[in-house]
């Protein structure tokens, strides 16, 4: 269903990366692509399929004609969101308050997570070994704001959080005592507590994804970055029709906003180490690996700035996207992007086939750029990469904004290109 309903059911669907994963593994399914897994011995490959590691997912379809030389056409995208998570041993409070001890995940804009009533959703590792995914919706903790009366300067010096003393969330009242939140989890996923033994959980905010705006142009939620483009990816790929000159693959990492350095993000080994397979079980070899990734191509898609009406000067005159105009290209000489001139004019024609508009995005010279898998995958790989993404504001907050149309135009862009 690539409508926005599709959209929203999958950003309420994924309050963590592993959720993220699940949800876009059930689209893949209901579409026919086949579940392997990494551990495996690859002789027999179908036509469609996809692999999970922990909160990353590899997904593709292979070229109708294809042959040793068949080269790749990869859509990238990260599932993880900033956000606070979970310590090991969580349990704190003082003066008749239950509170957990929280880390701070990625460039988390901080004063955002404060008075919002959160859940708490990720995976749990049992003492077997065995993964419990657990997605708790009520409203369990809160990071509560210091009154007013009591910080009479707060909008004139501006708030100052300190990520240690002042995010430590509220769950409860009365005493707390080491091993409550362990008790709690066990009872959230119906085992014994002895049992329970590791966890990685994230806080979210509970309200749904809602359409917003008198004309409902606007789309406002958590983990629109970059959620959406795992889900525009997901669904490019499972609607496309398949090539017969190149294989088709989305590979959603995760770990982006902590630097992409892990098993699962995309400086690690997964993307490359699955293409080899999918090439070397196509009848393949080393040498026509290296050649066929030479001719490979990537899009890596992740969320832009658009601009902010109240702050227009944080932008590049020529080159502030705003909202339903399109997804963005992103471009910097300085390659924080991987954008390319050759990249930029195919992801182009690849819009004009869908009749898609789309602008570009660069910053201003006095303002560090942000950046993302793109250049890490062109890196690694040898592949030419292009950055787009959907123009968002409030980057980085518990709750994002973005237009309506601009994800329904990434798929569609996404899907042309692939095809193209
Ligand atoms: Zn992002």
Same mark, same amino acid.
């Given at each position: 269903? !690539?409508?926005?309903?599709?959209?929203? @059911?999958?950003?309420?669907?994924?309050?963590?990366?592993?959720?993220?994963?699940?949800?876009?593994?059930?689209?893949?399914?209901?579409?026919?692509?086949?579940? +392997?897994?990494?551990?495996?011995?690859?002789?027999?490959?179908?036509?469609?399929?996809?692999?999970? @590691?922990?909160?990353?997912?590899?997904?593709?379809?292979?070229?109708?004609?294809?042959?040793?030389?068949?080269?790749?056409? $990869?859509?990238?995208?990260?599932?993880?969101?900033?956000?606070?998570?979970?310590?090991?041993?969580?349990? !704190?409070?003082?003066?008749?308050?239950? *509170?957990?001890?929280?880390?701070?995940?990625?460039?988390?804009?901080?004063?955002?997570?404060?008075?919002?009533?959160?859940?708490?959703?990720?995976?749990?590792?049992?003492?077997?070994?065995?993964?419990?995914?657990?997605?708790?919706?009520?409203?369990?903790?809160?990071?509560? *704001?210091?009154?007013?009366?009591?910080?009479?300067?707060?909008?004139?010096?501006?708030?100052?959080?300190?990520? *240690?003393?002042?995010?430590?969330?509220?769950?409860?009242?009365?005493?707390?005592? *080491?091993?409550?939140?362990?008790?709690?989890?066990?009872?959230?996923?119906?085992?014994?507590?002895?049992?329970?033994?590791?966890?990685?959980?994230?806080?979210?905010?509970?309200?749904?994804?809602?359409?917003? %705006?008198?004309?409902? @142009?606007?789309?406002?939620? %958590?983990?629109?970055?970059?959620?959406?483009?795992?889900?525009?990816?997901?669904?490019?790929?499972?609607?496309?029709?398949?090539?017969?000159?190149?294989?088709?693959?989305?590979? #959603?990492?995760?770990?982006?906003?902590?630097?992409?350095?892990?098993?699962? &993000?995309? =400086?690690?080994?997964?993307?490359?180490?699955?293409?080899?397979?999918?090439?070397?079980?196509?009848? %393949?070899?080393? &040498?026509?690996?290296?050649?066929?990734?030479?001719?490979?191509?990537?899009?890596? =898609?992740?969320?832009?700035?658009?601009?902010?009406?109240?702050?227009?000067?944080?932008?590049?005159?020529?080159?502030?996207?705003?909202?339903?105009?399109?997804?963005?290209?992103?471009?910097?000489?300085?390659?924080?992007?991987?954008?390319?001139? $050759?990249?930029?004019?195919?992801?182009?024609?690849?819009?004009?086939?869908?009749?898609?508009?789309?602008?570009?995005?660069?910053?201003?010279?006095?303002?560090?750029? &942000?950046?993302? $898998?793109?250049?890490?995958?062109?890196?690694?790989?040898?592949?030419?990469?292009?950055?787009?993404?959907?123009?968002? #504001?409030? +980057?980085?907050?518990?709750?994002?904004?973005? %237009?309506?149309?601009?994800?329904?135009?990434?798929?569609?862009?996404?899907?042309?290109?692939? !095809?193209?």
């Amino acid at each position: 269903m !690539t409508d926005l309903g599709g959209l929203i @059911s999958f950003l309420d669907s994924s309050p963590s990366p592993w959720h993220a994963v699940d949800s876009a593994a059930r689209l893949l399914l209901e579409a026919g692509f086949e579940p +392997m897994v990494l551990d495996d011995a690859w002789d027999q490959l179908p036509d469609a399929g996809f692999v999970v @590691s922990g909160a990353a997912l590899i997904a593709f379809r292979r070229a109708t004609d294809g042959d040793a030389g068949t080269p790749f056409y $990869i859509v990238g995208a990260h599932t993880d969101s900033p956000c606070l998570r979970v310590k090991p041993l969580p349990d !704190t409070g003082a003066f008749g308050w239950r *509170q957990l001890a929280v880390e701070v995940y990625g460039g988390v804009l901080l004063n955002s997570w404060l008075d919002r009533d959160l859940g708490i959703a990720g995976r749990v590792v049992l003492r077997d070994g065995s993964i419990a995914d657990v997605a708790v919706a009520e409203a369990v903790c809160r990071v509560p *704001q210091l009154a007013i009366h009591l910080d009479r300067e707060v909008n004139d010096r501006g708030l100052v959080l300190d990520k *240690q003393q002042h995010l430590t969330p509220i769950w409860g009242t009365g005493t707390s005592t *080491q091993g409550d939140f362990r008790a709690w989890l066990a009872d959230q996923i119906d085992v014994d507590a002895t049992v329970v033994g590791w966890w990685e959980l994230c806080l979210f905010d509970r309200t749904p994804a809602a359409v917003l %705006g008198a004309d409902a @142009s606007l789309l406002a939620s %958590g983990r629109l970055d970059n959620q959406i483009s795992c889900w525009a990816a997901t669904e490019a790929l499972r609607t496309a029709a398949s090539s017969d000159r190149h294989h088709q693959v989305i590979a #959603l990492f995760d770990h982006e906003e902590v630097g992409s350095e892990s098993t699962t &993000g995309a =400086a690690g080994p997964m993307l490359e180490h699955v293409l080899e397979r999918l090439h070397l079980a196509g009848g %393949g070899d080393r &040498g026509s690996l290296l050649a066929a990734l030479t001719a490979s191509a990537c899009i890596s =898609a992740d969320n832009a700035h658009a601009v902010h009406p109240n702050y227009p000067e944080r932008h590049e005159p020529n080159h502030r996207p705003e909202v339903n105009r399109g997804p963005a290209i992103k471009m910097n000489a300085n390659q924080r992007y991987a954008t390319g001139a $050759i990249g930029a004019a195919r992801f182009q024609a690849a819009c004009e086939a869908a009749d898609v508009p789309w602008q570009v995005f660069v910053s201003r010279n006095n303002m560090p750029c &942000g950046s993302t $898998i793109g250049p890490l995958t062109a890196a690694r790989l040898g592949i030419e990469t292009l950055d787009v993404g959907v123009p968002q #504001l409030s +980057m980085h907050s518990a709750r994002e904004l973005c %237009g309506v149309d601009d994800p329904l135009w990434l798929a569609s862009a996404l899907g042309a290109w692939f !095809t193209g």
